[in-house]
């Protein structure tokens, strides 16, 4: 179990980032939110989760330790495998899943890509008493989908992270606010992408 990683931040990516630990570069996938705490060249500390398959040995990324314990436990679901628990933890910090559960708000966790309603109501009943309720003061909102313009400043500050200047940035997420056209925007990693190929053209 490789339970963090520490060093110089060398690349990042819309779905991960590349960690140099004395001249061995890790290769670490994260949320948009892990993301965006993450500044290339830059040292950091990330929380991380091993997880091994027959034909892949995958890093994921934290935020913080609780980002991790819950992505841990997310797994032990029927169904649910890294992916999937990387793309709740995308759309919803840990306390909205925490009290997503506890409340069994099944629209809630259908906003994740990949679960459906009896997804939903599969994870409330094999998780409700392994994750918990909301810990602190629980006035954490979910990350996504971003509704308004509450994405604009997630999505500008991944693009500065990744290397591109605030003006590129701006004018990126202006276009992919046009081609929203009021709509509800998708979650947050779908918008950094959106964003990086305007700028590729």
Same mark, same amino acid.
């Given at each position: ?9 060398? !690349? ?10 004395? +001249?061995?570069? #890790? ?5 948009? !939110?892990?993301?965006?705490?993450? /500044? ?5 500390? %990330?929380?991380?989760? $091993? ?7 995958? #890093?994921? =990324?934290? !935020? &913080? ?7 841990? @436990? ?8 890294? /992916? ?29 890509? =990949?679960? *459906?309603?009896? =997804? ?6 094999? $998780?409700?008493?392994? @994750? +918990? *309720?909301?810990? *602190?003061?629980?006035? &954490? ?20 992270? @990744? =290397? ?11 276009? %992919? ?13 779908? $918008? $950094?992408?959106?964003? @990086? ?5």
């Amino acid at each position: 179990m490789i339970a963090f990683v520490s060093g110089r931040v060398a !690349a990042a990516a819309p779905d991960g980032a590349v960690i140099d630990v004395h +001249g061995v570069g #890790l290769s670490v996938q994260c949320t948009p !939110a892990t993301l965006a705490g993450l /500044r290339v060249g830059e040292q950091a500390n %990330v929380p991380t989760s $091993l997880v091994v398959r027959e034909d892949s040995l995958t #890093l994921f =990324g934290f !935020a &913080d330790d609780d980002e991790r314990t819950v992505f841990e @436990l997310l797994q032990t679901a029927s169904g649910i495998g890294p /992916r999937i628990a990387l793309a709740m933890l995308a759309v919803h910090t840990p306390n909205a899943l925490r009290r997503a559960v506890a409340t069994e708000d099944l629209a809630a966790l259908t906003k994740v890509p =990949g679960i *459906g309603r009896k =997804g939903a109501q599969r994870i409330v009943l094999e $998780l409700r008493d392994r @994750l +918990g *309720g909301p810990t *602190g003061d629980g006035s &954490d909102e979910p990350r996504a989908p971003a509704r308004g313009e509450a994405w604009r400043e997630q999505v500008q500050m991944g693009l500065i992270n @990744l =290397g591109w200047s605030a003006k590129d940035a701006d004018a990126a997420v202006d276009a %992919v606010a046009a081609d929203l056209d009021g709509g509800e925007a998708p979650p947050v990693a779908a $918008l $950094l992408k959106s964003a @990086l190929k305007k700028l590729s053209t």
